[in-house]
């Protein structure tokens, strides 16, 4: 079964800093990749997707994010970090069957931005 | 602008009481889920349904049940409310399909509190 792998619980950044957040998986074919984002009491926000092509793929509010097959991997970045940047974010592979489609999510990391 | 619409934000319900959590999208979406979101936990899939009247347990299925009657409203059912069930609960919906699969879209979230 797929899973996803958050290796950091909460990071701390400070403003105008750079980041990166880190996500490992586990599936045998190509991988559908997302990152979410969620702000405190919130539902979850796509950031950005992945599913072919280029490799380096680009998001809202400034983020990206990096697919890696040889070591597994698909972190995001953002080159400048803002206070409103503050949020927990989640990475999720989709598990894709006959009619219908689910994503396994990662335990999130909480982004914490200094001033 | 699509939307998933859960029917409360917050709900304070007390130990024993059957809890009706509402869910509603308008994008014709055929997939709907379930989730329970709890601190260092990461999201939960309780229940998702692929069709009108179709419903599949997810890994904590215990304890709810889930009501899809029309395909725009997805109900998860707290039999017999207990403390343990006290969470953030997020319905989220997405298309069937490779060519159409652009991951979920969220729910705000309703936060549960059994006392």
């Known amino acids: 079964a797929q899973s996803v792998t958050q290796p950091d619980i909460h990071i701390t950044v400070s403003e105008g800093a750079s980041l990166e957040l880190r996500c490992n998986y586990s599936?045998?074919?190509?991988?559908?990749l997302f990152w979410y984002v969620q702000s405190p009491g919130q539902g979850l926000q796509l950031l950005l997707k992945?599913?072919?092509?280029?490799?380096l793929v680009q998001g809202i509010k400034g983020f990206e994010a990096e697919f890696k097959r040889s070591q597994s991997s698909f972190n995001l970045r953002k080159p400048s970090v803002h206070w409103s940047d503050a949020a927990e974010y989640f990475c999720?592979?989709?598990?894709?069957?006959?009619?219908?489609?689910?994503?396994?999510f990662g335990t999130g990391t909480r982004l914490l931005v200094s001033p | 602008d699509v939307k998933v619409t859960q029917s409360s934000r917050y709900l304070v319900k007390r130990t024993g009481e059957k809890v009706f959590l509402e869910c509603v999208q308008d994008?014709?979406?055929?997939?709907m889920f379930w989730y329970r979101q709890d601190p260092g936990l990461g999201l939960r899939l309780i229940y998702f349904?692929?069709?009108?009247?179709?419903?599949e347990k997810g890994d904590i299925p215990e304890g709810y049940s889930v009501s899809r009657e029309k395909k725009e409203r997805f109900s998860l059912i707290l039999e017999s409310a207990s403390t343990n069930q006290t969470s953030m609960y997020l319905c989220?919906?997405?298309?069937?399909?490779?060519?159409?699969?652009?991951?979920?879209?969220f729910g705000s979230g309703t936060r549960l509190t059994v006392v």
């Open positions: 994008m014709d979406h055929e997939n």
């Open positions: 989220a919906s997405s298309s069937t399909g490779r060519a159409s699969f652009y991951g979920y879209t």
């Open positions: 349904s692929y069709d009108v009247k179709m419903k």
């Open positions: 999720a592979v989709g598990e894709l069957n006959t009619g219908f489609q689910k994503l396994v």
């Open positions: 599936y045998g074919a190509t991988p559908y």
């Open positions: 992945y599913f072919s092509g280029d490799t």
